[in-house]
């Protein structure tokens, strides 16, 4: 746990920007769709400038974010949900394999849940309780 708490100062400025690009993300997919369903409409739809751009953009993005997670993942971090800055770190409570979370924002690594559960079943670590180590 405390090497996890140790990389907190190197991953949040990470964390900030792919939040960043991955919240730019779901804007750029949103203004393509809504063009996409003007084109279904009307053909002529896809005539009107700039729609390229946002495409070339979105991928941009996406190359970006993509990244940003296979960077993090180099350092044994997995990302959970980009967009709120959610992450787990592989780690043992005591014998058992087990996810720590972290959520930006938070002041330290404080939660944990099993491999197979997500964020929403993470629990309060009690560190005189919890033999967690990294």
Known sequence: MEEADSLLSKINPMLVELSDFSVRQ???????????????????????????????ELENNINHVN?????????????DDPTLGIVNFHSLRGIETVFLSYRLGEACVNHWHQLDENY?????????????SQ
């Not at 990244?67 to 990302?79: F, K, P, Q, S, T």
């Not at 993470?122 to 560190?127: A, C, N």
Request: charged fraction near 40%; charge should be negative.
């Open 67 to 79: 990244n940003m997670i296979l960077d993090l993942g180099a350092i044994g971090i997995e990302v």
């Open 26 to 56: 779901e804007m750029l997919e949103e203004q393509l769709e809504e063009i996409m369903e003007e084109v279904r409409d009307d053909y002529r739809a896809a005539l009107k400038p700039g729609w390229e751009d946002l495409q070339v």
């Open 120 to 132: 929403e079943c993470r629990r309060i670590m009690e560190r005189e309780l919890d033999i967690i």
